[in-house]
């Protein structure tokens, strides 16, 4: 039996059904026991409160830290960490995508997309024709706060086309899910996030900048759109080809300065033919797997428990 506990985790976090519960469930043949950080084997810390600072202090030997922001972990100074960084820090950090976190790995019914549909709906080209894509709107953003250069990337873009814009921010919720419960879930269900893929299949672009830059730092916005089978305006550093295909988006990162990419949407905003190859195009190179964060996890864990 593992005694796990959770410390911080974001609001709707269901601490028996979770991609990191699910895969514990696998390597410990279901015997996990969700419980509080001091009759825990492992204590599983999280940043979305300020419990998990005394939980560190008090268990930092049992700690694993898992971070959804774009922060180091190496700052926290636990001993091992799940995060979307590339780097190991020394072998005490696995990367864990935020994406990944949008797959429904164990069939449970969290996450956005079933494990066994990626390969259908993000790795084989897609079916959209021209006339498909012409019939769509311009463009669609869903953003609730303006953080990073986003409110200037937007302002630039409206110049060249039209852009539906949703989310608190604007005072334009998206559906009866997008409100103030729905924007302190960290990461909804798919339920949840049905309202924003069903809308976003009607426009030929989804503005979805990241906030921050960080190599490896890549959330569900590029996923969402190519979901909802639209082309993402995306911006990520150029790492990002290492989980996303560079053919199936247009990163803003690649130019240098916001009016080369105006001009080059003014050229291709009306060739649907060319529009409808980019929809198609797949996000993913291959089927991802957890077998590398299994292996971490188990590892760690049992150094822990020595």
Same mark, same amino acid.
């Given at each position: 039996?593992?005694?796990?506990?959770?410390?911080?985790?974001?609001?709707?976090?269901?601490?028996?059904?979770?991609?990191?519960?699910?895969?514990?469930?696998?390597?410990?043949?279901?015997?996990?026991?969700?419980?509080?950080?001091?009759?825990?084997?492992?204590?599983?810390?999280?940043?979305?409160?300020?419990?998990?600072?005394?939980?560190?202090?008090?268990?930092?030997?049992?700690?694993?830290?898992?971070?959804?922001?774009?922060?180091?972990?190496?700052?926290?100074?636990?001993?091992?960490?799940?995060?979307?960084?590339?780097?190991?820090?020394?072998?005490?950090?696995?990367?864990?995508?935020?994406?990944?976190?949008?797959?429904?790995?164990?069939?449970?019914?969290?996450?956005?997309?079933?494990?066994?549909?990626?390969?259908?709906?993000?790795?084989?080209?897609?079916?959209?024709?021209?006339?498909?894509?012409?019939?769509?709107?311009? @463009? /669609?953003? =869903?953003?609730?706060?303006?953080?990073?250069?986003?409110? #200037?990337?937007?302002? &630039?873009?409206?110049?060249? $086309? +039209?852009?539906?814009?949703?989310?608190?921010?604007?005072?334009?919720?998206?559906?009866?899910?997008?409100?103030?419960?729905?924007?302190?879930?960290?990461?909804?269900?798919?339920?949840?996030?049905?309202?924003?893929?069903?809308?976003?299949?009607?426009?030929?672009?989804?503005?979805?900048?990241?906030?921050?830059?960080?190599?490896?730092?890549?959330?569900?916005?590029?996923?969402?759109?190519?979901?909802?089978? @639209? /082309?993402? =305006?995306?911006?990520?550093?150029?790492?990002?080809?290492? #989980?996303?295909?560079? &053919?199936?988006?247009?990163? $803003? +990162?690649?130019?240098?300065?916001?009016?080369?990419?105006?001009?080059?949407?003014?050229?291709?905003?009306?060739?649907?033919?060319?529009?409808?190859?980019?929809?198609?195009?797949?996000?993913?190179?291959?089927?991802?797997?957890?077998?590398?964060?299994?292996?971490?996890?188990?590892?760690?864990?049992?150094?822990?428990?020595?």
């Amino acid at each position: 039996m593992l005694k796990i506990s959770f410390t911080d985790f974001w609001i709707e976090f269901n601490e028996k059904n979770n991609l990191i519960t699910n895969i514990l469930n696998e390597l410990f043949n279901s015997e996990i026991l969700v419980t509080k950080p001091n009759k825990a084997d492992v204590c599983f810390v999280s940043i979305c409160g300020k419990k998990h600072k005394k939980v560190i202090e008090k268990y930092n030997e049992k700690c694993i830290l898992f971070l959804g922001e774009n922060i180091r972990p190496n700052k926290y100074k636990v001993p091992f960490s799940l995060t979307s960084d590339f780097n190991s820090y020394g072998g005490t950090n696995i990367r864990l995508p935020l994406w990944y976190f949008e797959i429904d790995w164990f069939k449970t019914n969290i996450g956005i997309i079933n494990v066994d549909e990626i390969e259908k709906r993000l790795i084989n080209n897609g079916q959209f024709t021209a006339d498909d894509i012409a019939n769509r709107k311009d @463009c /669609i953003t =869903i953003f609730n706060n303006p953080e990073g250069s986003r409110m #200037d990337m937007l302002r &630039e873009l409206q110049k060249i $086309m +039209y852009v539906e814009k949703y989310g608190t921010l604007f005072n334009n919720p998206l559906g009866p899910k997008i409100n103030k419960s729905f924007i302190n879930k960290f990461f909804p269900v798919y339920s949840d996030y049905q309202s924003k893929i069903d809308k976003m299949a009607n426009f030929k672009f989804n503005f979805c900048p990241e906030n921050s830059l960080f190599p490896g730092y890549y959330t569900e916005k590029c996923f969402h759109a190519k979901i909802a089978g @639209c /082309i993402p =305006i995306y911006f990520a550093d150029y790492h990002v080809h290492n #989980d996303f295909r560079k &053919e199936s988006f247009i990163n $803003m +990162y690649d130019y240098l300065e916001f009016k080369d990419l105006s001009k080059y949407l003014s050229e291709v905003k009306k060739d649907y033919s060319y529009l409808a190859k980019l929809a198609n195009e797949p996000l993913l190179k291959k089927v991802p797997n957890l077998n590398t964060i299994k292996d971490f996890l188990l590892k760690s864990i049992t150094k822990i428990r020595k």
